[in-house]
C-alpha cells in the first residue's frame, strides 16, 4: 500500500495547475455545453497464467447536452474469444446537480448511470460494465478543485446480468451485486504559465479503483496512475499503467496499459 501514497505525495509536492480530465474516471464537471467528442480507448492487458494478451477496445461518442447534463454511447469490442468482434455497448449519462463555485476554486457534484449490454462469456467474478457485463450502475461522484489539485470521489452501484442469451452469470443471482468506490487526483503539471491555448498541457494523475461483492464479500483494489497530454485545447492522449495491489476476486487480466485518444468540437450544434 506504500505506491500509491508515495505518488500522491509525489504529484502534491509539485507545482502547477490542476485538472479534472481523470484518464478512467469521470470527474463531476460535464463536457462543454453544445459540444461533441469523439473518444477511443484502448486496454492492453495480460491475462493471468497465460502468454495472451487480452485487447479492448471502446470507440464513443459523447455530447454536452447542457452545462449539467451530457451522454455518451460506446461500442464494446475484443479479441477475448480469440477473435477481434463486437460484443455489445453501452449508453452513459450524467447530471450535474450541485456546484459551488469561487475564484480558482469550485466543488461540485453529479449523478450518473450507464447500461450495458454485453455477450461475451462471463469469465471473472469482478463486475465490469465497461466491456464486460450485462446489466446497471448508477452512483454519485463528487469533485473538489483547490486552485493546483483537483480531487474527484464517486461510489456507485453495479448490478450485473446474463451475457447475451448463452451466458449466464455464473456466480448466481447473490453475488451479481457490488459496490464501486474511486479516488482520482490530477495535477497540470507543464505549461507552468499559460500564454495562448495552443499550449499542450502535460498532466499527471492518479486513481484508484476499488470494488466489493455485496454477497460474497469478496473485493479488488486498483491503482491507475497515468500520464495526459492535451492539444490545441480540443484533443487529449491518456497513457497509464492499470495495477491490482490486492484482491480476493477472481479477475482474468486485471493488469495492464491503456491508452485514451479523444478530441473535441466546442459550440458544434
Do not use: C
Not at 462471463?122 to 463486475?127: D, G, N, P, Y
Not at 469533485?143 to 449466464?168: E, I, M, P, Y
Amino acid at each position: 500500500m506504500k505506491l500509491p501514497f508515495l505518488i500522491v505525495a509525489i504529484i502534491l509536492s509539485l507545482p502547477g495547475k490542476s485538472q479534472e480530465l481523470f484518464s478512467v474516471t469521470e470527474p463531476a464537471s460535464n463536457m462543454a455545453a453544445r459540444s461533441i467528442g469523439f473518444r477511443l480507448d484502448n486496454s492492453i492487458m495480460d491475462e493471468i497464467n497465460s502468454s495472451k494478451i487480452n485487447y479492448h477496445l471502446i470507440p464513443e461518442i459523447r455530447v454536452g447536452v447542457s452545462k449539467k447534463l451530457m451522454i455518451q454511447g460506446g461500442v464494446f469490442f475484443s479479441n477475448r474469444n480469440d477473435k477481434f468482434r463486437a460484443e455489445g455497448g453501452s449508453l452513459y449519462a450524467k447530471y450535474r446537480f450541485l456546484s459551488n463555485d469561487a475564484m480558482q476554486r469550485h466543488f461540485r457534484m453529479a449523478a450518473f448511470g450507464r447500461i450495458s449490454f454485453n455477450n461475451s462469456d462471463i469469465h471473472q467474478e469482478e463486475i465490469n460494465m465497461y466491456g464486460h457485463n450485462t446489466g446497471w450502475e448508477a452512483g454519485v461522484v463528487a469533485t473538489q478543485l483547490l486552485r493546483k489539485v483537483a480531487f474527484s470521489s464517486a461510489l456507485s452501484f453495479v448490478k450485473a446480468a446474463d451475457n447475451g442469451n448463452n451466458n449466464k452469470f455464473i456466480y448466481g443471482s447473490k453475488d451479481s451485486k457490488a459496490l464501486n468506490y474511486t479516488f482520482s487526483v490530477g495535477k497540470l503539471m507543464l505549461p507552468k504559465e499559460y500564454k495562448d491555448y495552443r499550449q499542450t498541457n502535460i498532466n499527471l494523475m492518479l486513481e484508484l479503483l476499488n470494488q466489493v461483492n455485496i454477497g460474497s464479500r469478496k473485493y479488488y483494489m486498483d491503482v491507475a496512475p497515468s500520464v495526459q497530454f492535451i492539444f490545441n485545447s480540443q484533443s487529449r492522449v491518456d497513457i497509464g499503467y492499470r495495477k491490482e495491489l490486492s484482491s480476493t476476486m477472481i479477475r482474468t487480466a486485471p493488469n495492464g496499459f491503456f491508452i485514451r485518444l479523444e478530441h473535441n468540437f466546442f459550440n458544434a450544434f
